[in-house]
């Protein structure tokens, strides 16, 4: 099964800019690739999400802050964070989804703080 490595993740000021990563361990193409979020006592969230033909669906409350790309011949997806704010602070997990099976990474810190 592929296996999925996310970094990028740290700590930035209200208004800032993130970009995350994850590597997939093998050709993810026939993935549809997303991004998650788990803030402290809440549930996992859908953040965006990638086809392997780039359509893309973001939840409303990232709509034109966040976007998500891929690159295939790198094995890699990516969520470019702008103008964060504090409610944006979670645990960000990579997904890969196929054959109704998901695939999570391990996870990375975001925490937007003054």
């Known amino acids: 099964q592929v296996q999925l490595v996310e970094s990028g993740g740290g700590l930035v000021q209200p208004g800032g800019s993130l970009r995350l990563s994850c590597a997939a361990s093998?050709?993810?193409?026939?993935?549809?690739m997303g991004w998650y979020r788990q803030a402290p006592g809440k549930q996992r969230e859908l953040v965006a999400t990638?086809?392997?033909?780039?359509?893309?669906n973001y939840a409303d409350s990232v709509q034109g802050r966040f976007t998500i790309s891929r690159d295939n011949a790198k094995n890699a997806v990516f969520l470019q964070m702008n103008n964060l704010k504090p409610e944006d602070t979670a645990v960000y997990y990579c997904?890969?989804?196929?054959?109704?099976?998901?695939?999570w990474g391990q996870g990375t810190q975001v925490t937007v703080n003054s």
């Open positions: 997904d890969a989804y196929y054959n109704w099976r998901h695939y």
């Open positions: 093998e050709s993810f193409s026939r993935y549809r």
């Open positions: 990638i086809t392997n033909d780039l359509r893309t």
